[in-house]
């Protein structure tokens, strides 16, 4: 089972730019980047941010994007808000019958 | 819009059988997909339970495996969860969600439920 790792925090003051980086393998990010994000506030359900490495569902601000560098994945947050402030988790295919795997989770702090 | 509603028991003995039920709307379980389990206990991240194909194929988390099973209620709309010898380490929010298979291996979750605290105690 491939494991995703997430750094436990990440900061930034509104109008930044921040960057959370999520690393697998060669085979969940490095060759097809299959991750997606998700976006968790206090107390909420998860909700889709990015899906199929780089893509945004609709209604998902465009102020998020992703991209991936070797087998790093990475989700950038554009102009950020305070309403950005929350939990995120990147996912991916973990291989064989083990569908998906989740990263550790990154808080999100806007200062 | 399709909308999943889990409901459990909130609280469960240690040693004893949990059993969740997400109710689906707006789209039809028999229609396709998958269909996925997940939980968090308090204050830490997202572990994925396991899934199932509309047809009933199931897929598990390799470590919780030997106590998990879901099954699909196609005339309900529904599918459930049972995780059996529960112990206080099975505390945790329970979500429902709809797992994307779009194509080779990318799978993502679309849609969720609000998720069900549920409490292992004596």
Redesign the interface.
């Known amino acids: ?1 491939s494991a995703l790792t997430q750094p436990a925090s990440v900061s930034g003051s509104p109008g930044q730019s921040i960057t959370i980086s999520c690393t697998g393998t060669n085979t ?1 990010v490095g060759s ?1 980047n ?1 991750v ?1 994000w ?1 976006q ?1 506030h206090p107390g909420k ?4 941010m990015i ?2 490495g780089s893509k945004r ?1 609709s209604g998902v601000s465009n102020r998020f994007s992703a991209s991936k560098s070797g087998n790093t994945a990475s989700l950038t947050i554009s102009g950020l808000q305070a309403e950005d402030e929350a ?1 995120y ?1 990147c ?3 973990a291989g064989g ?9 990154t808080k999100l702090t806007v200062l | 819009q399709v909308q999943l509603q889990e409901s459990g028991p909130g609280l469960v003995k240690p040693s004893e059988t949990l059993s969740l039920t997400c109710a689906v709307s707006g789209y039809s379980i028999s229609s396709g997909s998958y269909w996925g389990c997940i939980r968090q206990p308090p204050g830490k991240g997202l572990e994925w339970i396991g899934s199932m194909y509309h047809s009933g194929s199931t897929y598990y988390n390799p470590s919780l495996k030997s106590r998990v099973a879901i099954s699909v209620d196609t005339s309900k709309n529904q599918f459930s969860l049972k995780l059996s010898s529960v112990t206080a380490a099975d505390t945790a929010v329970y979500y429902c969600a709809r797992l994307i298979h779009s194509s080779g291996y990318y799978y993502y979750f679309d849609y969720w439920g609000q998720g069900t605290l549920v409490t292992v105690s004596s």
């Open positions: 089972q969940n097809y299959l997606s998700y968790q359900a998860p909700k889709l899906y199929e569902p939990d988790y996912c991916s295919y019958s083990t569908l998906v795997v989740f990263g550790g989770g």
